[in-house]
């Protein structure tokens, strides 16, 4: 997946640095950040790390991955879903709280 030079302020969110990478759709295990150079598709990339779980996964692994800043072919991976939007405004779409505000949401008049 190559940078989108021409939009600078929108694009994914690296998991380590947490600066704009200029990528947008599907992340490969070649990706990486163009400023701290991690690897975009690994555990700590990936929308189901969750330090509290059964091998820091949500998803029913099984077995552990060693090195979760380190590209891996895992079949669960899916990006953790974190823009910049131009204006300077960044968010994370996987959020407890985005979910819980879209569920409640449905019920309002």
């Known amino acids: 997946m190559a940078l989108n030079k ?3 302020e929108e694009g994914l969110l690296c998991w380590n640095c947490g600066k704009n990478t200029g990528l947008k759709g599907k992340i490969t295990r070649a990706d990486a950040c ?5 690897d975009l598709r690994s555990c700590r990339g990936c929308r ?8 820091q996964c949500r998803e029913p692994i099984e077995a ?4 979760k800043e380190k590209s891996n072919f ?8 974190a823009y ?3 204006g300077g405004i960044s968010h994370q779409t996987d959020t ?12 309002n008049d």
Do not use: G, S, W, Y
Not at 34 to 38: F, K, R, S, V
Not at 74 to 81: G, K, P
């Open 74 to 81: 895992c079949d669960f991976f899916q990006v953790r879903e």
């Open 64 to 67: 552990n991955i060693v090195n």
């Open 34 to 38: 163009p400023h701290c150079l991690a």
């Open 96 to 107: 407890k709280d985005v979910r819980k505000k879209n569920f409640d949401d449905l019920f």
């Open 6 to 8: 021409d939009i600078k």
């Open 48 to 55: 189901h790390f969750d330090p509290t779980r059964r091998f």
């Open 84 to 86: 910049k939007k131009a």
